[in-house]
């Protein structure tokens, strides 16, 4: 399985080179002032940025590729964790955006802001009026990264009077949200993922879809690229989207730590022993080799993962079945958890000056922990639905993220 997962890996590497100025672009504007809370000027940038919006299915030549947003975030994430997370969540909305069809007044206000929130945890409410057949929402969405740099914010609401049944996501303009409540985590910092709050915001029907049509993917439509040519759609596939667009960010900050680490190896010495510098001890060097090796590994399963979500965008006869999208969540999560562990390593051989606040090790080891944390990946969730499918019961009597 792993050598079927690396000859897949390297042999499907894209270099969309395209996009390679809108990053540097984006990393010529970042200072580390920006690190905790993005300046004005750089979020201009970023707006209009097409790398946020690499999987708009709206664009005439169809949408670029989820390895097209891992490598971008993983670049991204060397720089900065929440410049990448915030390009990884808004390419994920794209793909949701990619499920409505009559999106209301969607492409003035996407053009000018290309970058979109999203959230789909616990649902906010939606209260019908009989009378005029018009939709009001009402809720709290946290953690909603970017929202208040974003054109559209998505989010799940349940239909009053439908005893849960009736579960729609609901495009809301931005900016008829209010804020509720700050970020306040110790990591990521810059992706202000604050709680937003809707009080009875009137939902138009086209900024409306059935949530359990998109799981589904009944609602999946390949749009002409040219000629007879079907170009790709994500609209069906978009947890296995998110899951993976996340991924970059934490593995491009796991690599700045690692690249850190090596650049000191022949310039800080090693305390209590007789070794000038860290480089000259044969431990050092064999973990620093075997990090190396390991975040290689976890960098290559993530390629597999987009490259499974790849072929069924672009192959309408392609249907990834439960245990399939189980698998991609279940790698995914190894190679949070696996960032982590990286990290924690890394510190060790560095020492506890690693964790000396504007240490860049220490924002690094702040970003990854909370990152991994997110609630696509804690708490044992995706572990114990692949172990649900193993055995034979529903998966989906646990979550339906996947």
């Known amino acids: 399985m792993i050598g ?20 540097e672009r984006i990393v010529g504007a970042y200072s580390e002032a920006d690190r905790e809370r993005f300046s ?19 664009k005439a030549s169809g949408p670029g590729s989820l390895r097209d947003v891992l490598r971008v975030c993983l670049n991204l994430g060397k720089t900065d964790a929440s410049l990448a997370w915030i390009v990884g969540v808004s390419n994920s ?66 239909v009053e009077d439908s005893n849960g049944q009736d579960i729609r996501v609901v495009a809301v303009p931005a900016e008829q949200l209010e804020l509720i409540e700050a970020w306040k985590s ?64 934490m593995l491009g900050a796991t690599e ?11 310039k800080r010495p090693v305390t209590g022993c007789t070794y000038a510098v860290m480089g000259d001890s044969g431990a050092i060097r064999a973990e620093i080799g075997r ?25 309408p006869e392609i249907t990834l079945t439960t245990q ?12 949070m958890r696996g960032c982590v562990d990286t990290v924690q390593d890394l510190l060790w051989v560095y020492g506890s000056a690693g964790l000396d606040k504007g240490n860049p090790l220490e924002g690094i080891w702040r970003d990854v922990n909370v990152g991994a944390r997110h609630g696509g990946f804690s708490k044992l969730v995706p572990e114990e639905a692949a172990g649900m499918a193993i055995i034979g019961r529903d998966p989906k009597a646990l979550t339906r993220m996947f």
């Open 4 to 23: 079927e997962m690396l000859m897949t890996a390297r042999l499907n590497v894209s270099q969309p080179s395209d996009m390679d100025a809108d990053i």
């Open 40 to 58: 004005g000027d750089l979020f201009d940038i970023v707006r209009l940025s097409e790398v946020v919006r690499i999987l708009d299915a709206n």
């Open 93 to 158: 909305a794209w793909s949701m955006r990619s499920c409505f069809h009559s999106l209301e007044s969607s492409v003035p206000a996407m053009e000018r802001n290309k970058l979109l929130a999203m959230v789909l945890g616990r649902p906010g409410s939606l209260k019908r009026d009989y009378e005029s057949d018009k939709y009001f929402l009402t809720g709290e969405w946290k953690y909603a990264s970017g929202w208040s740099y974003s054109s559209f914010f998505f989010c799940l609401a349940v």
């Open 186 to 249: 110790t990591g990521l910092r810059g992706t202000q993922s604050v709680t937003v709050r809707a009080r009875g915001i009137e939902i138009p029907a086209s900024n409306m879809e059935d949530y359990n049509r998109i799981l589904s993917g009944e609602n999946r439509v390949h749009g002409k690229a040219g000629g007879n040519e079907k170009h790709a759609s994500y609209s069906g596939l978009f947890s296995g989207v998110l899951m993976n667009c996340l991924l970059g960010s």
């Open 256 to 266: 700045a730590g690692l690249e850190y680490v090596v650049a000191a190896a022949d």
């Open 291 to 315: 990090l190396y090796s390991s975040l290689d590994l976890y960098k290559r399963v993530a390629e597999y993962n987009a490259d499974v979500i790849d072929k069924a965008a672009r192959d």
């Open 324 to 335: 399939d999208r189980l698998d991609c969540r279940a790698r995914a999560t190894l190679i």
